[in-house]
């Protein structure tokens, strides 16, 4: 069996986190998604569980942390090119997010921005040219 991520999120609402979500590209899973629960599915394997407080409260004991005071995670989610970068980062804040709340990343065959969504959770969005990776990586070991 193919491992899946489920990210679970704390989220004030869940109508506008949903809307968020759908703006940068998830598509809701209704199977798995309530007045409680919105299941955000961004690949075959990588979905966004948004909770409302009152159901996260239900897989822990510990106090919700206020993401935009402090930092409980940071997640990253893969793009097909920069452009692509650049269109999720735009579209998430045109969506209610907060667009680059850390520094661009730029380092030629790596390409990265950050999103912080409307309850303060910051995703990382980053591309990759794999093959010129790949072909820095061997020429170090080489050298």
């Given at each position: 069996?193919?491992?899946?991520?489920?990210?679970?999120?704390?989220?004030?609402?869940?109508?506008?986190?949903?809307?968020?979500?759908?703006?940068?590209?998830?598509?809701?899973?209704?199977?798995?998604s309530?007045?409680?629960?919105?299941?955000?599915?961004?690949?075959?394997?990588?979905?966004?569980?948004?909770?409302?407080?009152?159901?996260?409260?239900?897989?822990?004991?510990k106090?919700?942390?206020?993401?935009?005071?402090?930092?409980?995670?940071?997640?990253c989610?893969?793009?097909d090119?920069?452009?692509?970068?650049d269109?999720?980062i735009?579209k998430?804040?045109?969506?209610?997010?907060?667009?680059?709340?850390?520094?661009?990343?730029?380092?030629?065959?790596?390409?990265?921005?950050?999103?912080?969504?409307?309850?303060?959770?910051?995703?990382?969005?980053?591309?990759?040219?794999v093959?010129?990776?790949?072909?820095?990586?061997a020429?170090?070991?080489?050298?």
């Amino acid at each position: 069996m193919t491992k899946l991520i489920f990210v679970n999120l704390p989220v004030s609402d869940l109508a506008r986190a949903t809307v968020f979500y759908q703006a940068i590209g998830a598509t809701k899973n209704p199977q798995f998604s309530d007045d409680t629960a919105a299941c955000m599915v961004f690949s075959d394997t990588i979905h966004a569980m948004l909770l409302t407080h009152d159901k996260f409260r239900q897989f822990t004991p510990k106090q919700i942390a206020d993401a935009k005071a402090s930092s409980e995670v940071l997640i990253c989610l893969s793009a097909d090119s920069r452009e692509a970068v650049d269109d999720i980062i735009s579209k998430g804040q045109r969506a209610g997010g907060t667009a680059d709340p850390s520094p661009k990343q730029d380092f030629g065959l790596m390409y990265g921005r950050s999103l912080e969504d409307p309850d303060g959770h910051i995703w990382e969005v980053m591309w990759m040219d794999v093959e010129a990776a790949r072909k820095a990586q061997a020429s170090q070991a080489t050298a």
